[in-house]
């Protein structure tokens, strides 16, 4: 199913030269009435799966409406960009959501491409969360350029976890500590319980009817859904299961390949999303030098086009079991103690922010501040800077805008 919007050249875009889908495609329900649900489709303009996904979700809705406890919106991230039918005019919009960036969307009069994108879609997301009295939740859907299946990335903390193991695909942590400026991060960092769905290849049909599976099993684990549409939902979440071709419910990244500014960078061709890989096995040619594998382990999302700065993720399995313990541990609040164990010191006094030293700390890896709910902000020489993930038990919920 293709959108219904004009094709035409990235060259010298502008909204007046394109047929523009409506930023709102659908918005459903009462916010005084329960949790709200965000759905995001074409952040980037080459993904259509999510806005054709929306579109057909919300037809449905208005052809056999169920019941709900709360609202649902649908929103188009870049407009323009999925018109032309590239991942972006100007800059990557899933990179835009940083604090100085804002301020400069908000106070600028005069905006162009992914700025006036970034301005009206913020203005969108902040009547949401002022119209909001109980949780928000979003569900970003993006796909790939090479093939693959169906699978979610969300920042670990628990309630986000909750919501992604809903969706009954593989999970994948720790993309959210090599990406800077995501959107999800930005609706995080508010209160807003996130996951982002990758629903397949850019061009596989399928791909539309995962993402639509998605919104609909979103919209029962964030709790909108009220007695009716529970049908719609289980077929929804049987399809994605089917979908996961067998593969573990958990993944962790051992590896991002970013790509230099301006770098030639070519993936070998044939190579698809959570194929097995070899150390030392060649992947792709950046700048006429051979481009190997780092390590063993699983291949994700092998860039298949021009745009884009991320060449491939390596990613591992990783027991399930653990999901329970950094549970338990978090239960516990043991970042009230963490700055006991040496060459831990807390950044802010709480124990929300750390700096370890790596010298000192050397018996102590990430995965165990992982477990404990930490997040990897930065690396400065000998040091390792980590925040912990916010979680339901901390009242986490929607914050002002600044």
Do not use: C
């Not at 009435?33 to 054709?52: M, Q």
């Not at 959501?97 to 997301?125: F, M």
């Not at 970003?140 to 809903?166: C, K, Q, W, Y």
């Amino acid at each position: 199913m293709e959108p219904n919007v004009s094709r035409v050249s990235p060259s010298g875009l502008s909204a007046q030269t394109l047929e523009l889908p409506s930023r709102v495609v659908g918005r459903v329900g009462d916010p005084s009435s329960g949790p709200t649900l965000i759905v995001f489709g074409a952040i980037h303009g080459n993904e259509p799966s999510g806005y054709e996904a929306m579109r057909s979700f919300f037809a449905s809705l208005a052809e056999n409406p169920v019941s709900l406890r709360g609202s649902v919106v649908g929103l188009v991230g870049n407009r323009q960009a999925l018109a032309a039918g590239v991942r972006f005019l100007d800059e990557d919009l899933n990179r835009m959501w940083l604090a100085e960036r804002l301020v400069h969307v908000r106070s600028s009069e005069e905006l162009t491409g992914e700025l006036e994108e970034a301005r009206e879609l913020d203005r969108e997301i902040e009547n949401i969360l002022a119209s909001a009295t109980d949780r928000v939740y979003a569900l970003d859907i993006h796909s790939t350029s090479g093939p693959g299946p169906a699978f979610s990335v969300f920042d670990d903390s628990l309630v986000n976890r909750e919501f992604a193991l809903e969706l009954e695909v593989p999970m994948v942590l720790g993309i959210e500590e090599e990406l800077e400026g995501t959107l999800l991060d930005y609706l995080y960092s508010r209160g807003v319980h996130t996951t982002g769905f990758e629903a397949g290849q850019h061009e596989d049909g399928q791909s539309i009817e995962r993402a639509k599976a998605a919104i609909w099993v979103a919209l029962r684990a964030s709790g909108v859904l009220g007695r009716s549409g529970q049908n719609e939902v289980d077929a929804a979440s049987r399809s994605l299961a089917l979908s996961r071709e067998g593969l573990p419910t958990l993944f962790e990244v051992r590896h991002r390949h970013a790509i230099p500014p301006d770098a030639d960078f070519r993936m070998h061709r044939g190579l698809v999303g959570f194929q097995r890989v070899l150390r030392g096995e060649e992947l792709a040619v950046e700048n006429e030098a051979l481009v190997r594998a780092p390590e063993a382990g699983l291949l994700l999302m092998p860039l298949y086009q021009t745009q884009g700065e991320d060449g491939f993720f390596i990613i591992r399995p990783v027991r399930t079991m653990w999901l329970g313990v950094s549970a338990h541990l978090r239960h516990w609040r043991l970042e009230r103690f963490v700055h006991l164990l040496p060459g831990v010191r807390r950044i802010d006094g709480t124990g929300l922010e750390i700096r370890v030293d790596r010298r000192v700390a050397r018996w102590l890896p990430l995965d165990f501040f992982h477990l404990l709910g930490y997040r990897r902000i930065a690396e400065v020489g000998r040091h390792l800077f980590l925040r912990r993930r916010a979680d339901d038990l901390d009242g986490h919920g929607p914050t002002p805008v600044s």
